[in-house]
């Protein structure tokens, strides 16, 4: 009978869908395993073959951990808010509802074609109303919050607005934007609209002014990663940097935790160092500066002790102080300094390499000396990060000593026998000279010295800071969540939740007013019941991707975002996998996100992801012909040098194993309709690439075509045949149908022809030999997700097989057992075959044998003088002499050792023995 994948795949894709196999519910007789993938953005494109990747990997080891007895939960779902809908709806006039959902449905049918063992009644959408009223709810306590850094956990505001009552600001530890001192009777003293802006200076979603990158020709904000060398990345669309008043997220208040956090969880410590520099922790010193007109700023410094090789001053060319403290002289070059500024973002002035500043025409006095310092304006300096100012200290740190060297300004080495062209800001173990009051001693020793001494003097004081901003949580967009936020006379106040949830409104276009409002200003009635207007943003994308792990648990609760019970039950994600991309972003603001919910109650644990994979990226093999230049003939690869050619991309799927389709070629395009080939040996051979998967580049592969042409167990097999999870690695449709050819024949052995050839016969000991062999690495590999190297294990193991012809229905059925995560369709197919009831998901993973791996025998190859002669069979447990003996006795040996007493023999357990004579 013939291995129909076709037919076998429908029908089981359709029992589990009737049947619903992989619905689950809370079973408190078995242990709980949350499976989570990055859910993802459903593009009008679909899926290529590079997207599936990680998905089938995590529906490997969901299957594993369910036939190992646990109760599984694998949810999926769609990040569905996003600007690529928003711009298409504005291009088209289209709502993106509609784009939306009918890129869902293109999504859902791919998926479900490759098979994947997902609980779709927990599917969510984060533009699903239903779905994005937490989102709302969940932003509204954090309107309603504070972070208490007594207690180290969010608190009511009510308990502030107490405190305030009672006591003033005496007593308070809390995150705030800027400190503001005042009495319990000042506080009485305030008008309705000065309490709340002093609320709002606590609140963990608090409105602020705050730096932006601002796309004008798409009218909105954009977070970092859509902004690509100062331009959209989506329309290339001019970016300046701009302060706006926008909704955030105090996540710098969680900084502590977050860092903490990452020692309790089992993720790779170049993710977690990714994370820590991204939090970046600094303890360090506030020292006060003034400048000549008698306005004092603050800087902030880990390295007090180089209070005496400060030489300049630099302010981040957005400070407050940038044009307070510019001289009239230098008012024109500071301006046009800062303009150049506006058009790029932090991410590029991070990393940026080229030196650029202007003088700002002031000067700050030295804390100690009182020696006036040039105070200038340069882009690597942020003003997010401290406090937009620093004190420079050239030679002793790289990016000062490249200004310094830029400009001509003094250079002081305070290290004993630094060279100060290089970097030595970390010489724990250097002498201070030029110092001060810190001369002779060692680094070590002057840093807590030197803040002593700034604390003493009242020049500053301790502090530890961090380098994570709180999250810019507003978009001027149409496609994404309402605030559930009203406005009464200029004050922000929440809905109430009872209202929830606020439904985005229809608007006739999606884009900004005339008078320059976001997209909502033109939905009508978009106000309150009383009149009073709506926030006019709406929430970024990471806004429902933040919490969906916990909208899973318990998706259909229109009472709360989840219960008690299943929140208990599945406690958090046991493993996650997704792209290296989240590292920061998504991975801070989802921790963020949780450990505001566990400060609630909310959430039963602090951390949302225990064991998170990151899987690499599959790259596309692109091909390519080669066109006579100024003609319509084409050259074959082994030809081209012989003409003066340019290369052209080509669609992969017109090409096979680098032989291109020629007469698919004309019809592709109709600008090679008429096109001539020059060919070798009959045949058009293309080049090929490995780059990016992309559209532009022709190599983008529909998993359709490959599942239509193979089917999906092949697809899933050779995904993870291609190489380890969490590499990167090229797609080479030339593997693949080896990959195919292994699936008939692991079928050839259930079947002689049309006849079924499986036995209840005992299996011997060199099939159970086999079979253990494969049960035990195939259950190590998946622990280890090294996937590919069990790929390898069934062919070699269906290969012995095979050798053996074997039929025996004992070690068939552990076998597909085995091999149904990776490939379950025909797992199913075969264990029905076998004569068993239900779906093969219901058995439970084999163990394996070690005495079944005991060899009996062990077979040497006879050596002499390093050259192999013939093989003799010992017992396991033949020892040294008795191999001799056997060997030198052997009548074969005669003729080579020719009457010769050796002069050595090697004998390397279990392979050889080598006579020396």
Not at 184 to 202: G, I, P, T
Not at 482 to 489: E, L, M, Q
Not at 603 to 612: H, I, R, Y
Not at 876 to 894: N, Q, T
């Amino acid at each position: 009978m013939d291995y129909n994948f076709e037919e076998i795949e429908k029908r089981w894709q359709q029992y589990w869908t009737e049947n619903q196999t992989y619905r689950v519910t809370e079973n408190s007789t078995k242990p709980k395993f949350y499976v989570l993938d990055m859910f993802p953005y459903p593009s009008g494109a679909g899926l290529h073959v590079g997207h599936p990747l990680g998905y089938i990997a995590s529906d490997i080891y969901s299957r594993f951990k369910r036939l190992q007895g646990y109760n599984v939960l694998h949810p999926m779902g769609y990040d569905a808010y996003g600007l690529p809908a928003e711009q298409y709806a504005i291009q088209t006039g289209q709502h993106p509802a509609i784009t939306t959902q009918k890129n869902i449905a293109r999504y859902r049918e791919q998926l479900d074609k490759i098979g994947f063992s997902y609980d779709w009644s927990r599917e969510i959408r984060t533009s699903d109303p239903e779905y994005y009223k937490w989102t709302q709810w969940a932003f509204l306590q954090m309107f309603k919050s504070y972070y208490d850094f007594d207690t180290n956990r969010a608190a009511p505001i009510d308990r502030l607005i107490a405190h305030f009552e009672q006591q003033g600001t005496e007593g308070i530890h809390a995150a705030c934007s800027e400190e503001r001192g005042f009495t319990a009777d000042e506080w009485k003293a305030k008008s309705e609209k000065d309490r709340q802006d002093v609320l709002m200076n606590y609140r963990i979603a608090y409105l602020g002014d705050t730096m932006v990158n601002w796309c004008a020709a798409l009218g909105t904000v954009l977070a970092n990663d859509e902004v690509i060398n100062g331009l959209s990345q989506r329309g290339g669309y001019p970016v300046e940097q701009k302060r706006m008043r926008q909704w955030c997220l105090r996540v710098s208040a969680y900084a502590q935790r977050l860092l903490d956090g990452l020692e309790t969880i089992d993720w790779t410590d170049s993710l977690k160092e990714t994370q820590k520099n991204w939090i970046g922790r600094s303890e360090g010193a506030v020292m006060h500066f003034k400048a000549q007109n008698n306005i004092r700023f603050d800087i902030f410094t880990t390295r007090a002790d180089t209070i005496f090789g400060v030489t300049f001053m630099v302010l981040a060319p957005e400070s407050d102080l940038t044009l307070l403290l510019t001289s009239e002289e230098q008012l024109p070059a500071v301006q046009e300094y800062l303009e150049k500024t506006k058009k790029r973002t932090e991410r590029e002035r991070i990393s940026e390499k080229t030196v650029s500043g202007v003088f700002s025409g002031s000067y700050a006095l030295h804390p100690f000396t009182g020696e006036k310092l040039p105070i200038w304006i340069s882009d690597y300096v942020l003003a997010g990060y401290g406090t937009g100012a620093i004190m420079a200290v050239p030679a002793h740190d790289s990016r000062d000593y490249a200004f310094a060297k830029h400009f001509d300004l003094p250079i002081i080495p305070l290290i004993e026998g630094c060279d100060v062209s290089q970097e030595s800001f970390d010489a724990k173990d250097g002498v201070m000279i030029n110092s001060g009051f810190l001369n002779g001693k060692t680094v070590k020793e002057a840093i807590p010295a030197a803040i002593d001494e700034v604390e003493q003097k009242g020049l500053g004081y301790r502090q530890i800071n961090y380098r994570l901003r709180d999250a810019i949580f507003s978009r001027q967009r149409y496609w994404g969540e309402p605030f559930p936020i009203y406005y009464k006379d200029g004050i922000a106040y929440p809905l109430e939740e009872s209202k929830l949830p606020l439904e985005l409104p229809e608007v006739d276009k999606y884009l900004p007013t005339e008078a320059g409002d976001p997209p909502l200003g033109r939905a009508k009635n978009w106000h309150t019941e009383e009149g009073y207007p709506f926030e006019l943003s709406t929430m970024p994308g990471f806004a429902g991707s933040s919490a969906y792990y916990l909208r899973y648990m318990d998706p259909h609760n229109p009472k709360a975002l989840v219960s008690k019970h299943a929140d208990e039950y599945w406690r958090n994600v046991d493993l996650y996998i997704g792209g290296t991309e989240h590292a920061t972003g998504h991975l801070i603001y989802s921790r963020f996100w949780n450990k505001f919910l566990f400060d609630l109650g909310v959430s039963c644990e602090q951390e949302p992801f225990k064991k998170l994979v990151n899987q690499g990226m599959i790259q596309g093999r692109s091909n390519f012909v080669y066109r006579i230049n100024h003609t319509q003939t084409f050259v074959s690869y082994n030809l081209k040098d012989q003409y003066e050619t340019s290369p052209l991309h080509v669609d992969v799927n017109i090409v096979h194993n680098d032989l291109l389709d020629i007469e698919a070629f004309r019809n592709w395009n109709p600008e090679y309709k008429k096109a001539e080939f020059i060919l070798e040996d009959g045949k058009y051979v293309c080049g090929w690439a490995i780059e990016k998967m992309s559209k532009s580049m022709f190599n983008v592969v529909n998993p359709d075509d490959i599942i239509e042409k193979y089917g999906a167990d092949t697809l899933r097999l050779y995904e993870m045949f291609l190489g380890p999870l969490e590499q990167s690695k090229p797609w080479d449709t030339n593997g693949i149908d080896g990959v195919h050819r292994f699936l008939r024949k692991l079928w050839n052995l259930f079947f002689d022809g049309e006849k079924w050839r499986v036995s209840d016969e005992e299996p011997s000991k060199d099939e159970l030999r086999a079979l253990h062999k494969l049960i035990k690495k195939v259950t190590t590999d998946i622990e280890q997700f090294s996937f590919n190297t069990s790929v390898s294990a069934f062919m070699i193991c269906v290969n012995e097989l095979s050798q053996l012809r074997c039929n025996k229905k004992a070690i068939l059925s552990d076998l597909l057992v085995c091999l149904a995560p990776f490939a379950p369709h025909i797992a199913e197919e075969l264990w029905h075959r076998l004569g068993n009831e239900g779906t093969i998901f219901d058995t439970a993973f084999p163990k394996f044998r070690e005495d079944y791996l005991q060899e009996e025998t062990f077979s040497y190859s006879i050596s002499f003088n390093g050259r192999t002669r013939f093989t003799l069979d010992f017992p396991a447990d033949a020892g040294r002499e008795a191999i001799e003996k056997a060997v030198l006795e052997h009548v074969k040996s005669e003729r080579w050792l020719e009457g010769k007493t050796p002069k050595k023999i090697i004998i390397v357990p279990k392979k050889i023995v080598n006579i020396v004579i």
